[in-house]
């Protein structure tokens, strides 16, 4: 596959990095003891126009390909904390692109445009405490009074969830429907009703917040209902599927870093006189754990291109076939990446369990990525569905 990236996504690609970089690895340590980054990351991400690349000039983009978001995911991993990755990547690329999608213009200025800009901090409120894989199971319920929806129930495990000025919300409008009873609304957090039930702490990541939220009583116009009653599964489907290939291409890339800094500690660290990176064994292991990484960077890509040419060439849904590889990509990198990241932290010996060694931090952060966003099991069971065994 020729590069599918321009002068101008490397350009992008160096704004990107020199953020990461200078201004946000410096502060590591604090904000991984804060359990929290603060907001200003939101604000100064848009005014380099680090969050909206992908998205029209209409709604405050750059007007950019699919590939721009690819490079933003792949180059934010230089800030060496997968909690900022993260949040920065729901804010553009998991909370808000339905909104892009669906959203009427009013919509749109009211909370995609500020998100873009990183003035409004954006939550994606899918998961509850008694559905996940299963999201038909949702039941927070969205009934209907007048102009306006009721909205009772909890979601948890919300990435951005306890400083969001604004959740795309998965709710039942009906809820004997099953999966044809989902629609998305966009919930401001000032809405009376409204609540962060409690901050979670996590064994990774811990510069993002993730929270559980609750609703009671909670009235939301009918306006901001996106796209149409009752199709939210259908839409969820599809917004997943920028979800999962942005993640696959940033764990790939926080994986190559991981692997770089192995083999830079390997050549210095001497064990029965000898660097351990001149050992037969590690040799041929990382040759292998190399392989297995350009294998998932390829995957992702086939998957990023596939997306890139339903979306911005076609401008059409994401086809089957897209969904298909993108699971894939998913699962594949879910495995393999976890096990290159553990082989890192045991080349480092006791070094490895030690805080102060980068390895540790991305060790444990890199495990999220089998679950996040759907698990390795549930899109196994997708695929072989969509593939009729
Ligand atoms: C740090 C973090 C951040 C998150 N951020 C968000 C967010 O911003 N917004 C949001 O909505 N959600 C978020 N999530 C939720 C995440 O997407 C879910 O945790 C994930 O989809 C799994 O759902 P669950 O936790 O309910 O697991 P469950 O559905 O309870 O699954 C339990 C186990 O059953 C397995 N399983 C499920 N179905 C099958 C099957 N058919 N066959 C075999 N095994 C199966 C699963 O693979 C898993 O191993 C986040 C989660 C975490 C941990």
């Given at each position: 596959m020729p590069s599918p990236f321009t002068e101008e996504h490397i350009h992008f690609r160096k704004t990107v990095r020199s953020f990461a970089e200078?201004?946000?690895?410096?502060?590591i340590e604090e904000w991984e003891r804060d359990e929290l980054f603060p907001n200003w990351v939101f604000k100064r991400a848009g005014e380099l126009g680090i969050l909206g690349a992908h998205y029209p000039e209409a709604v405050g983009?750059?007007?950019?390909?699919?590939w721009f978001a690819v490079a933003k995911s792949e180059e934010l991993t230089a800030c060496r904390m997968a909690g900022v990755t993260m949040g920065l990547l729901v804010q553009a690329?998991?909370?808000?692109p339905v909104i892009n999608d669906l959203g009427t213009p009013e919509q749109k200025a009211e909370f995609l445009t500020p998100a873009i800009r990183g003035e409004k901090i954006a939550a994606l409120g899918v998961t509850e405490p008694d559905a996940g894989s299963d999201v038909?199971?949702?039941?927070?319920w969205a009934r209907k009074d007048g102009d306006d929806y009721i909205v009772n129930g909890s979601k948890t495990?919300?990435?951005?969830?306890?400083?969001?000025?604004f959740v795309t919300l998965l709710v039942k409008?009906?809820?004997?429907?099953?999966?044809?009873g989902c629609s998305f609304i966009v919930v401001p957090?000032?809405?009376?009703?409204?609540?962060?039930s409690k901050k979670l702490k996590k064994?990774?990541?811990?510069?993002s917040d993730t929270a559980e939220l609750h609703f009671e009583d909670m009235r939301v116009p009918k306006?901001?209902?996106?796209?149409?009653?009752?199709?939210g599964f259908m839409y969820l489907m599809q917004n997943f599927q920028s979800e999962r290939i942005i993640g696959c291409t940033s764990a790939v890339a926080g994986v190559d870093r991981m692997l770089g800094d192995a083999v830079r500690y390997g050549r210095d660290r001497v064990v029965f006189g000898k660097?351990?990176?001149?050992r037969e064994y590690w040799q041929q292991k990382f040759v292998d754990l190399y392989a297995k990484l350009e294998a998932g960077r390829a995957l992702s890509y086939k998957g990023a291109e596939s997306y890139n040419d339903d979306?911005?060439?076609?401008?059409e849904a994401v086809s089957m076939e897209t969904v298909r590889i993108i699971s894939m990509a998913k699962i594949f990198i879910g495995e393999a990446m976890t096990e290159i990241s553990d082989q890192c932290l045991q080349f480092h010996g006791g070094a490895g369990y030690i805080?102060?060694?980068?390895v540790a931090r991305a060790w444990r952060d890199q495990r999220l990525f089998r679950i996040g966003g759907g698990t390795t099991e549930t899109l196994r069971y997708y695929v072989a569905k969509i593939m009729g065994f």
């Open positions: 200078k201004e946000l690895a410096p502060h983009g750059s007007g950019g390909d699919f690329d998991m909370a808000t038909s199971a949702i039941r927070t495990y919300i990435t951005n969830g306890t400083r969001a000025d409008t009906n809820p004997d429907a099953g999966a044809h957090t000032a809405t009376k009703g409204f609540g962060v064994i990774g990541n811990h510069s306006r901001y209902l996106l796209g149409d009653e009752n199709l660097p351990i990176i001149k979306k911005y060439v076609r401008k805080e102060e060694f980068d």
